[in-house]
């Protein structure tokens, strides 16, 4: 069974950067896409950022211009640079990989607060 594995989160203040990080637990040996989710307290998850397979970015418009995605050469990890973060970018934030199978992380906690 994979296993998406993430970290990277934590407090930080407005204006600030976090590097999120989401490894594999073994090799996904396959084509698929990843994505970044978060869910605020009382709202909906919301995808905040996706790459394809021919590795092109689309992200919500609250985000476009601070966060970005990226994968690893080897496809089994993805990250997501949050540069000038908002208090609304505060959540929890769960990477997902979409390809032969629909896989989860178990999600990290983003606070930005002062």
């Known amino acids: 069974q994979v296993h998406l594995v993430e970290s990277g989160g934590g407090l930080v203040q407005p204006g600030g950067s976090l590097r999120l990080s989401c490894v594999a637990s073994?090799?996904?040996?396959?084509?698929g896409e990843w994505a970044w989710h978060r869910q605020a307290p009382e709202k909906q998850r919301e995808r905040v950022?996706?790459?394809?397979?021919?590795?092109?970015?689309t992200y919500i418009g609250s985000v476009k211009g601070r966060f970005t995605i990226s994968r690893a050469n080897n496809g089994n990890a993805v990250y997501l640079q949050m540069d000038n973060l908002k208090p609304d970018d505060t959540g929890v934030y769960y990477c997902?990989?979409?390809?032969?199978?629909?896989?989860w992380g178990q999600g990290t906690q983003v606070t930005v607060s002062s």
């Open positions: 950022a996706l790459i394809d397979t021919d590795d092109t970015a």
């Open positions: 997902n990989w979409i390809g032969a199978m629909n896989i």
């Open positions: 073994t090799d996904l040996r396959g084509i």
